[in-house]
């Protein structure tokens, strides 16, 4: 159980990394891609302001924690 | 083009991984011989060809849009994390790879750790230098699998990935050091900018988006996300120019730390 639970976590940090939010933004951002394309609704400007905005949060959030207390 | 950009991506990446994967197996090497030490980095760079020939065929086995959804969203995935890593330490927030500093440390852990002979080897030194090299070299097996998504992708990452290799185990060979004088943050934040784009342009791709100006739109990409991360950079060097603070130096890092 403990070695399941130990290679689970490697790929969860491997895939994820530091930031689980900006992984989850990534699928969110290409789901609405999915769906805009689904409905011929030009899409392709979905991806790079979800780029701008998952970076810009996960830095804010980065810079944040980083600071002493 | 962007064969010549998905060439240096891999290259790069693979140079940037490979050099932090050469500090541990010269520190282990340099104290504990060379046997054992080159069986565990012969051992790892087979495990890590063995992933990239299975899974690598198996993925384009998938219909083009699925896979370039899958392989592009991953790209996306890895290609944020290098980037914000990169801009953190660009900008003081996060120290810079010393591997110098990583070096000493390694040297001192081989020299104290006993000996443990198993299957004719020096298991430390094995253990260590496979570990080095297989969780250096696995995120680069994976950048070179989703590379993929380009036709003859993966022979040409897997050429680009394996010049780094080469290149920089030379460089290791002559010197007997680790190359410290090697620009990590700069190459890292380059990869970064690559595989975001690929990711963007492949992603986007696979969910069914169309691009104006079909392959092109890749170097407006580009273009576009190096400007974002030069402006984070700027931002956090501002916002740490009013802390009177330094980080930590940095510990050593295992696989899918870029």
């Known amino acids: ?29 290409l789901g609405g891609v999915a769906l805009l394309a689904h409905w011929q609704i030009t899409a392709w400007w979905v991806a790079p302001v979800a780029v701008v905005l998952l970076l810009t949060l996960s830095l804010r959030r980065a810079i944040r924690a980083a600071q002493p207390r | 083009m ?3 950009i998905l060439f240096l991506a891999a290259f ?9 994967a050469l500090t541990i197996v010269l520190a282990v090497g340099v104290t504990r011989g060379w046997r054992s030490t080159m069986v565990g980095v012969g051992a790892a760079t ?10 690598g065929p198996a993925l384009t086995l998938l219909p083009l849009n699925a896979f370039r959804l899958v392989v592009g969203g991953l790209l996306l995935v890895f290609g944020l994390q290098w980037l914000r890593k990169a801009i953190l330490r660009a900008s003081g927030f996060k120290a810079l790879h010393d591997e110098d500093a990583i070096f000493a440390r390694e040297l001192a852990g081989a020299r ?4 443990d002979d198993r299957a004719g080897l020096d298991w430390y030194s094995f253990t260590l230098s496979f570990k080095g090299v297989f969780l250096e070299g696995l995120e680069v097996a994976f950048i070179v699998i989703t590379f993929g998504g380009s036709r003859g992708g993966i022979p040409l990452a897997s050429v680009a990935a394996a010049s780094a290799l080469v290149i920089v185990a030379v460089a290791g060979v002559l010197l007997r050091a680790p190359l410290s004088r090697v620009p990590e943050n700069t190459l890292k934040f380059g990869v970064g900018v690559m595989l975001t784009s690929f990711g963007i ?3 986007s791709e696979g969910a069914g988006a169309h691009w104006p100006g079909g392959e092109i739109a890749y ?3 580009l273009a576009f996300v190096l400007g ?23 510990p050593g890092e295992a696989g899918g730390e870029a």
């Open chain 2, 46 to 55: 087979l495990a890590l060809a063995a992933i990239i020939g299975s899974l």
């Open chain 2, 12 to 20: 790069f990446a693979s140079a940037v991984e490979m050099v932090e």
């Open chain 2, 219 to 221: 170097l407006v990409i």
């Open chain 2, 2 to 4: 962007n064969t010549t």
């Open chain 2, 112 to 115: 104290s750790a006993a000996r």
């Open chain 1, 1 to 29: 159980m403990k070695i399941v639970v130990a290679i689970g976590r490697f790929w969860w940090d491997f895939v994820v990394g530091d930031d689980w939010r900006v992984a989850a933004g990534v699928v969110g951002a």
């Open chain 2, 228 to 250: 974002v991360a030069l402006l984070a950079v700027r931002w956090l060097q501002r916002e740490h120019a009013h802390l009177a603070w330094t980080p930590a130096p940095v």
């Open chain 2, 201 to 203: 342009f492949w992603g």
